[in-house]
């Protein structure tokens, strides 16, 4: 991963986590903060790297992650499983989370937390679980850690099937959620449902 620069990173988290829109080089390059030659240089870098593919309409040519290529894949599970950009509150939480690992398969940590920090009304969190009969003893747990803190925890619960299910639904809050979330835990099903959502 050492050849994908900061900015290489976020173009392509940006581009696989909002697949619904299309990105070319001066859609991308304010949510970036790059210039126009410096934004069609990375994306013509990454489509090089046969990371990206492309695509000409009209005059613009836009950008996907190459879904089909392994490497790519397992590159945007490094990128969702690093955590080194966030705050130090947001990291507790983080820590504090992976309490509830064994009873899941993956746990998103999205919302307010990560633009407000320690000014956030809640923490939301999305749990990914194992199957529906999880869910009691989740929530049990939930309940115990909500009686001890400031700030509760606002649960939304899914199982991998509804998680892609509203995916392709188009489901406005769960595309909202994967464009802006930190992914606490399974990065591996997380890109998987992502890109599954995609093919």
């Known amino acids: 991963m050492a050849d994908i620069s900061e ?3 976020k173009a392509l988290r940006i581009i696989f986590t909002d697949f619904s829109t299309n990105y070319n ?4 390059k304010d949510k970036i903060g790059i210039s126009d030659v ?3 240089k990375l994306l013509r870098g990454l489509k090089a790297k046969n990371i990206l593919i492309s695509e000409k309409m009209g005059n613009a040519i836009f950008y996907k992650v190459n879904i089909k290529n392994e490497y790519a894949i397992k590159l945007l599970e490094l990128i969702f499983l690093d955590h080194s950009g966030l705050s130090s509150f947001v990291k507790g939480w983080i820590y504090d989370l992976r ?3 064994p009873l899941t398969n993956a746990i998103l940590l999205f919302g307010s937390i990560l633009r ?3 000014n956030a009304k809640d923490i939301d969190v999305c749990f990914i ?3 529906h009969k999880g869910y009691p003893k989740l929530q049990s747990k939930v309940d115990d850690i909500n009686k001890k803190n400031r700030l509760k925890i606002h649960s939304l619960y899914m199982t991998k ?3 892609g299910e509203k995916l392709r639904e188009k489901d406005k809050l769960i595309l909202d959620m994967v464009k802006n979330c930190v992914v606490v835990y399974g ?3 997380f890109v998987e449902v992502l890109k599954n959502a995609q093919s």
Do not use: Q, V
Not at 25 to 28: A, F, V
């Open 99 to 101: 309490e509830f690992i």
């Open 25 to 28: 080089s001066y859609s991308i």
């Open 129 to 131: 679980l194992k199957n």
């Open 161 to 163: 099937k509804d998680f």
């Open 38 to 40: 410096g934004s069609l």
């Open 7 to 9: 900015n290489g990173k």
């Open 187 to 189: 990065e591996a099903l």
């Open 116 to 118: 407000k920090g320690k």
